[in-house]
């Protein structure tokens, strides 16, 4: 039976106990309290002789602490297992994030617990880097691009081991240990040319034709132009100002003639009513997203891209062409017009938010000149 005294210089108890080998081992139990001090021995003592027996497993030990913790401050201690704190951190996401992210988070939550295994049912701290690498290699493996794979570990997946780190339940997050995949070097993309984006608006029908314009006459990217609002378009000053998503930063595009005649066109909504109301709030990716929505668009208008990367298992075939070579052909059409890369660089979104904030008249009307430059489509007639 395990006993208790103090050393003079001290005021905690100091426990005497016999470990598995019958050796009688002395340690500061930490505390005032006689009483918890001599649980504190017991379960040392109990601790030690199941261990030698083979007959100690981790649940126990975080059992006996999270007991004496309670004791002790009336609280005891919170061991989250990998898969219960996914359900517990899903739970809580729930009517705080957007329907289509909370699916994806719980999309991604449940193939990793299954790649997990019985590894799932461990601790959250003993999910190290080496789990989130072999769950980013089976994703790649089953034929998704590096950049899906970076995607779902680096944000998705991340997003729970980040929040735990944040309430002390892990000391790091292991999606920071893992390196990114990297796009072979021979994955160049090509850009759209005049003639296939003459085809690609005959062939849009509704807010396509629109979505398609936005995307020759301004370089944004899909989902800031199905997101876009009315309160973004100042039609009488010709101008476009927008908040990118993917970067936070703030745009000021002047409105091409033919991207300006489509929108006046079209019944106005107020402040934040979508510009695209047939598109707005779909998301990007998915069989039915925006992106598959313009490959038939494409394939209907007759334009196909090379054939990047060939898709095996879950993925799909990595073409050349896609709604982002819009983007491309928009800065491609500048730089071949002779517009200087800084103006570029303010109508494609790579300048600060202060610079934009600080637009003089003159820079204004720089921009405009740039834009004039673009190709003309004349789409819809």
């Known amino acids: 039976m395990p006993s208790l005294h103090k050393r003079p210089e001290s005021p905690f108890w100091v426990a005497s ?11 500061s139990t930490k505390t005032t309290d006689r009483k918890l001090a001599l649980k504190i021995a017991v379960e040392w003592e109990n601790a030690a002789h199941a261990g030698r027996g083979n007959r100690l497993v981790e649940s126990q030990v975080r059992r006996v602490f999270s007991e004496i913790m309670e004791q002790a401050t009336g609280s005891p201690i919170h061991f989250h297992a990998c898969r219960d704190w996914f359900t517990e951190w899903l739970a809580g996401k729930d009517g705080t994030t957007a329907p289509r992210t909370l699916v994806k988070y719980k999309q991604v939550a449940n193939d990793f617990l299954t ?41 998705t997946l991340s997003a729970p081991f ?59 990217r899909l989902s800031d132009i199905t997101e876009m609002r009315w309160e973004s378009i100042d039609l009488n000053a010709g101008l476009l100002k927008v908040k990118t998503r993917k970067t936070g930063k703030t745009v000021i595009i002047p409105l091409a003639p033919e991207f300006a005649d489509w929108l006046r066109s079209q019944p106005r909504g107020i402040a934040k009513a979508p510009v695209f109301p047939e598109l707005a709030g779909q998301a990007g990716p998915g069989r039915n997203g925006l992106s598959m ?13 090379r054939v990047l990367r060939s ?30 890369q800084e103006i570029r660089q303010k109508l494609t979104g790579h300048a600060s938010a202060e610079m934009n904030a600080r637009y003089t ?16 489509l004349a789409a819809g007639k």
């Not at 799932?120 to 899906?148: M, Q, V, Y």
């Not at 929505?293 to 891209?305: P, V």
């Not at 095996?312 to 200087?340: D, M, P, Q």
Request: one cysteine or more; proline letters at 4%.
């Open 115 to 155: 790649h997990l295994g019985i590894r799932a049912e461990l601790p959250l701290p003993s999910i190290s880097p080496a789990d989130i690498r072999g769950f980013r290699d089976a994703l790649a493996k089953s034929g998704h691009s590096p950049n899906t794979c970076n995607q779902t570990v680096r944000k």
């Open 162 to 220: 980040e929040a735990a780190r944040r309430l002390g339940y892990v000391t790091v997050n292991p999606c920071h240990g893992v390196e990114a995949l990297k796009e072979s070097a021979d994955l160049e993309r090509d850009v759209f040319t005049p003639k296939q984006a003459v085809a690609l608006c005959k062939t849009a029908k509704g807010d396509w034709l629109g979505v398609i314009l936005a995307g020759f006459f301004t370089g944004l």
């Open 17 to 27: 106990y016999q470990d598995a080998l019958g050796r009688w081992l002395k340690k």
């Open 311 to 340: 898709g095996k298992g879950e993925g799909r075939n990595t073409s050349s062409l896609s709604f982002h070579s819009l983007r491309h052909s928009f800065n491609s059409a500048l730089a071949t017009a002779g517009v200087a």
């Open 293 to 305: 929505q313009f490959k038939r668009i494409m394939e209907r208008a007759k334009i196909k891209g």
């Open 361 to 376: 008249h003159t820079e204004i009307e720089t921009l405009r000149e740039a834009v004039a430059k673009l190709p003309t």
